[in-house]
């Protein structure tokens, strides 16, 4: 297999990123052999080496990971050690040409600061990052390369030795580039290189064709029946939040949406393969412009099958623009998160959301009336630690959240986490913050240890309140491993159940690979 790509970490049930297959169509069409191995979180150390040793060997030359795979602030190893390391010490190198030539290599001890971006995978420490990647590295002559909008934390050590390209921002054509490079030997432009690393930036190969992009699932990619699938209708987010570290901020509206008539082909084509009539849109926010609703709601009406979506929307469009709330709704729509953050008027202008929160509220419950929107599950996310927002004003907040008329039926809080490469993590004094001598936040308003308090109590009470639906956030994920909505309507969902589907479910996808 020429490139074999290890996504990104899936929560809330079972499902995929787009991203990653949006890469794999891009080199399938190219010509390339793509393997795309979902890099669960349960699987053992034990299984994801015989996946390794499967699809990785002599004639692989290109080795990809999904960002996610090094995030910051991570637990670090069980007891401080390396299981990946003792799997290969004890029978791994037999198979990479003995234990005399490659012992030393993995079996030397490392120091590696806490601060240092780790995975935040339960299962896999930091120290058994870099024994994987140096693991890869041993199996033949191939390259490792990082992508996604967190790629820069792979520049750094302890990782950047055994990782030799970074494609930073959106990698569509730069991939393309890659791998020609790699394969063929091409002439690549690497905009610069640090500490071993090659870094190359969306500026040398800029996409300019995202309309007339592709989505297709291949059979290697081991997709279920009627599996629930990701699919990119369009790309960034009209809008500038000071806390968001998303590449693509403040684009205009008519900027990266595919043609409605390519959507739907790849919607057919997911459909005639796999008999999936369920999907997951990966928009910032579906609604941001009406001529986007109206266009894709004429294509999905005409598709020949019945074709149900979750997204994200922006909750004051739904009455700004109400006949939107019927369109969402004959297009399929049947789960949608609303990204407010905030009913703290002043917190939610002073970092760039702006809504309204009346608005808001106002329009969710225009939706929630509306004939149809009772099978439609609704979502959304709150920040604590916000500028402006206080501990009374967060506690207004989760008292209309836990009302038993609030149009809402789940919502996630979270404290707020400070990206370096966000607009707040660029300039904190601007926006009242400032780092403790332990490399925590903290403003005038609220402590960053404060703020993961009142999360972990309103999330508390999210749990234990007795109101169906609550904890659907990820309806499409949900799906997948056989919740219904009518499951949630008759509170039979449990967590331990829900554990146990996606434990099956992913056992069933790691024998599937190993099989094929």
Known sequence: MQVVIFTGITYGGFGRYAGTYRVASELRQAGFEVQVVEFFTTWDHSELLDIIDKFIDKDTKLVGFSCTFFLPKAAGNWGGRSKVRELIRGSRFHSTGGEDSNSKKFGDERNIPKDNPGTGNVLFGRDDIFDILEYIKSKGNNKIVVGGHRSYLAEDPPFSPVIDFVLSGQSDVSIRYLANHVVYGDDIKVSYEKNGCQIIQEKEYPVNDFPTTRIQY????????????????????????????????????????????????????????????????????????????????????????????????????????????????????????????????????????????????????????????????????????????????????????????????????????????????????????????????YSEWMTEARAKELAREYMYKTGVKARTRFQFTYFGRMQNIGWTLEDFDNFRYTNDESDKRVNKLQDKYYVNMMNL
């Open 218 to 441: 291949h059979d290697n990619d081991i997709i279920f029946p009627g599996e629930i699938l990701p699919i990119e209708l369009a790309r960034g987010c009209i809008f500038k939040c000071a806390f968001c570290s998303y590449d693509l901020l403040g684009k205009k509206v008519w900027e990266f949406n595919r043609d409605p008539e390519l959507v739907s082909a790849d919607l057919i084509d997911a459909h005639n393969k796999f008999g999936s009539t369920g999907f997951m849109f990966c928009d910032d926010t579906y609604n941001d412009s009406v001529d986007k609703v109206e266009r894709l709601h004429e294509q999905f009406v005409k598709l020949p099958f019945d074709m149900t979506f979750s997204t994200y929307a922006r909750a004051d469009m739904l009455i700004t623009k109400p006949h939107t709330i019927a369109l969402l709704q004959e297009s399929g729509m049947r789960s949608v998160f609303f990204g407010i953050e905030t009913l703290n008027h002043r917190s939610g202008k002073a970092v760039g959301k702006g809504m309204d929160p009346e608005k808001i509220k106002d329009g969710l419950y225009a939706a929630k009336a509306s004939p149809g929107w009772k099978d439609i599950v609704t979502s959304s996310g709150f920040i604590i630690g916000l500028p402006y927002d206080t501990e009374d004003t967060i506690q207004a907040t989760f008292e209309w959240l836990l009302r038993d008329d609030c149009p809402l039926d789940s919502f996630s809080c979270s404290p707020l986490s400070i990206n370096p490469i966000s607009s707040i993590g660029k300039n904190m004094a601007k926006y009242g913050y400032k780092w403790d001598e332990n490399g925590n936040w």
